[in-house]
């Protein structure tokens, strides 16, 4: 029960914004926040991984550290939003912590305070965090709150417990974000 | 001490775990997330399940013993309940998991408190065994011998 859709999910619209922003970072001597080229990354990629049950966020971890993908994990959406920097005042633009770029967002649905939803949508409000592919989880299988999170911008939506082969899946998501001058 | 029969007993507990539905296939997976960089893995998410566990128990035997309970509280804790012990593998509580949230639903009392006893029965079990399972390991590596690949 899984969509995943790959580099076709943007349309041609979302990967010229992306081609846009980085021919002008170059121009004016900035890296891009949102990496420009794969070999960039340094072949690993750093995911944030949102969950409030502890148990679950362990084994995440443990999974996503095992298919060599670096990891922060956040304990509810507060957190992530204060480890992206958008709690405390940081503005757009003004946040220098290249060191903990990341690639990808990973989170529960069902959390106390803020859903993964509403956590995503936070996201996808600031420019320079837009980028970030979202992938939303939930031991519930729901359909209109999959199709809701799908149509409002996350890149998949996957059931838990989570399997080897959906975090293997994560890094397409990445990619299909850094489809530049194909 | 005589590894080997050590060994045969934890292989022997192990299959009827999953045989009589204690554990099912996410449990091999945490087996599997576990290496030499990680050797304690398992018994680390398990203990911590544990802990997590009698919390939430303990959560809903307060919320259960309220004048006036609160259904979707009571929900919530089974939910969370129900979550981690798919997360490990835990079979059998998380089926008897699924009526209770049932009765949650239905706002059904009495229901509800059948549930409760259901699941605090089977954490009971997963606990004994998994700790008697983990007493074979130490015993085992202690012995100078490692766990058989299932």
């Given at each position: 029960?899984?969509?995943?859709?790959?580099?076709?999910?943007?349309?041609?619209?979302?990967?010229?914004?992306?081609?846009?922003?980085?021919?002008k970072q170059k121009k004016e001597g900035k890296l891009s926040k949102i990496v420009g080229s794969w070999e960039d990354l340094g072949g690993k990629l750093h995911v944030l991984a949102?969950?409030?049950?502890?148990?679950e966020r362990t084994f995440l971890e443990r999974m996503l550290r095992k298919s060599?993908?670096?990891?922060?994990?956040?304990?509810?959406?507060?957190?992530?939003?204060?480890?992206?920097?958008l709690i405390e005042g940081a503005e757009e633009g003004n946040n220098s912590r290249n060191d903990l770029k990341v690639n990808l967002i990973i989170t529960d649905y069902c959390m106390p305070g803020m859903t993964g939803y509403e956590l995503m949508k936070k996201i996808k409000e600031k420019?320079?965090?837009?980028?970030?592919?979202?992938?939303?989880?939930?031991?519930?299988?729901?359909?209109?709150?999959?199709?809701?999170?799908?149509?409002?911008?996350?890149?998949?939506?996957?059931?838990?417990?989570?399997?080897?082969?959906?975090?293997?899946?994560?890094?397409?998501?990445?990619?299909?974000?850094?489809?530049?001058g194909r | 001490m005589d590894v080997g029969k050590l060994q045969r007993q934890w292989v022997d507990?192990?299959?009827?775990?999953?045989?009589?539905?204690?554990?099912?296939?996410?449990?091999?997976?945490?087996?599997?997330?576990?290496?030499?960089?990680?050797?304690?893995?398992?018994?680390?998410?398990?203990?911590?399940?544990f802990d997590d566990s009698e919390r939430l128990l303990n959560d809903l035997c307060n919320a259960l013993n309220h004048q006036l309970v609160d259904f979707k509280k009571v929900d919530a804790f089974v939910h969370q309940l129900k979550g981690s012990s798919a997360s490990i593998g835990a079979h059998r509580l998380t089926n008897v998991c699924i009526p209770f949230r049932g009765c949650c639903e239905q706002r059904n009392l009495e229901g509800c408190l059948r549930c409760f006893q259901q699941v605090k029965q089977e954490y009971s079990l997963l606990k004994n065994k998994?700790?008697?399972?983990?007493?074979?390991?130490?015993?085992?590596?202690?012995?100078?011998?490692?766990?058989?690949?299932?």
């Open positions: 029960m899984t969509e995943d859709l790959g580099c076709d999910g943007e349309g041609d619209a979302g990967k010229e914004r992306v081609i846009v922003e980085s021919e949102v969950d409030d049950s502890i148990v060599e993908y670096n990891v922060t994990t956040a304990e509810n959406g507060i957190r992530a939003l204060e480890y992206l920097g420019t320079h965090l837009q980028e970030i592919p979202v992938v939303i989880m939930s031991s519930e299988n729901i359909p209109n709150r999959i199709e809701k999170c799908l149509e409002d911008g996350a890149k998949e939506f996957m059931l838990k417990p989570i399997q080897p082969s959906d975090v293997k899946r994560l890094k397409w998501h990445v990619k299909s974000m850094l489809c530049l | 507990l192990t299959s009827a775990l999953f045989r009589e539905g204690f554990l099912d296939g996410q449990f091999t997976q945490l087996q599997q997330l576990q290496d030499e960089n990680n050797p304690d893995f398992v018994v680390e998410v398990v203990t911590l399940f998994l700790q008697g399972l983990f007493g074979l390991e130490r015993q085992i590596v202690a012995g100078g011998g490692s766990l058989p690949m299932m």
